[in-house]
């Protein structure tokens, strides 16, 4: 397990052949994060030489070195670099061979969680990228030392590296009480053989899944709208044998529903006007005739009325009768509107 880079500068090198003797290696390694057991702190910088060799690593800040650690074969240090730091490694000390931009990559996907078996995450671009998990106990000794051991692992399965992405599974789901790692890697190769490799970790203890976005709310229909557009002419002659036909608008699917009622009674509540609400002494108004047609998106339709049953005994032998038209507009999401009364006179 290792951990993240970001902008890569190694000393320039001509062409190496791949004949004769192998030369040095140099490998600079950051790991971040925490496990399960976080007061065994895992952050940290080292870099390692071989053969052995004097080297050292310097984290530096905004051109101020903030940390730095010497010695032979291989270094250490408790610290690790914020993203935008440059790390240097010597060796022997005072040659730089490998300086590198800390970008804090890579990084782990929320939905890596207990229960996924979920692998993805960003990387810097380029890097090769690999993953797993692992399980960690604490021993006590009979002489109180304490110590870390871990009792079980797995890898995951990276089958995507596409840009600055990387993806893939585990072979089982994770679980709580396991730490779950991404390593990025790149080596460079360096003159006379030499290479250089920079890998850089993140591990975190597996969560909990995110819960999932609500989804999202239904735009509010449009207000319900709607108009007679065209009053026809009729006589009670041709209501009776052959309807009534209207025409009115509607703004969005629906019904469109026309009573026409006798006037001189008391119209339905749903359409009789504010002014009229309080004649309650007078009988209900008689409904002549009845039609409806329904809409299937916004535009104009034809309402036929046909009489009822009482209304055709009272217009059978009728010569004149004054009515009211009321329209009324029933929307699919369940609006309703009664547009404006229309007074009509129907002769014989």
């Known amino acids: 397990m290792l951990l993240a880079l970001g902008a890569f500068v190694v000393p320039a090198a001509p062409a190496v052949a791949n004949s004769g003797p192998q030369g040095p290696e140099y490998s600079l390694s950051i790991v971040e994060g925490e496990s399960t057991q976080p007061e065994y702190g895992i952050a940290h910088t080292s870099a390692h030489v071989h053969p052995n060799a004097s080297l050292a690593v310097t984290i530096v800040r905004g051109g101020i070195p903030v940390a730095r650690d010497t010695g032979n074969e291989g270094v250490w240090l408790s ?23 800390y970008d804090g990559q890579p990084s782990i996907d929320p939905t890596v969680c207990a229960g996924s078996v979920n692998f993805s995450g960003q990387r810097s671009a380029g890097q090769i990228v690999e993953g797993g998990y692992y399980s960690l106990v604490v021993n006590t000794d009979p002489y109180g030392h304490t110590s870390l051991h871990q009792v079980s692992s797995g890898q995951a399965q990276v089958t995507v590296l596409s840009g600055t992405a990387y993806a893939g599974a585990f072979l089982a789901p994770l679980a709580f009480g396991q730490t779950v790692w991404a390593t990025e890697s790149l080596q460079t190769p360096l003159a006379g053989g030499a290479t250089f490799t920079y890998s850089s970790e993140n591990d975190r203890p597996v969560g909990a899944c995110p819960v999932p976005p609500p989804p999202p709310v239904p735009p509010a229909p449009p207000a319900l709208l709607g108009s007679l557009a065209r009053l026809l002419h009729t006589t009670i002659h041709k209501l009776l044998t052959s309807g009534w036909i209207n025409h009115v608008t509607i703004n969005q699917p629906g019904t469109v529903i026309q009573d026409l009622y006798q006037q001189g009674g008391t119209l339905p509540a749903f359409a009789a006007s504010k002014h009229a609400r309080h004649k309650h002494k007078k009988p209900a108004a008689l409904l002549l005739a009845r039609g409806s047609a329904k809409a299937a998106a916004a535009g104009t339709v034809s ?41 009509v006179t129907l002769h014989r």
């Open 303 to 343: 309402v036929v009325l046909h009489a009822t049953s009482l209304g055709r005994r009272k217009l059978k032998h009728a010569g004149r009768v004054k009515a009211v038209l009321v329209t009324t507009l029933l929307s699919t999401s369940g609006a309703k509107l009664t547009l404006e009364q229309r007074p």
């Open 79 to 101: 610290q690790v670099p914020q993203v935008g730091d440059v790390v240097t490694m010597e060796s022997p000390i005072g040659t730089v061979v490998g300086s590198v931009v």
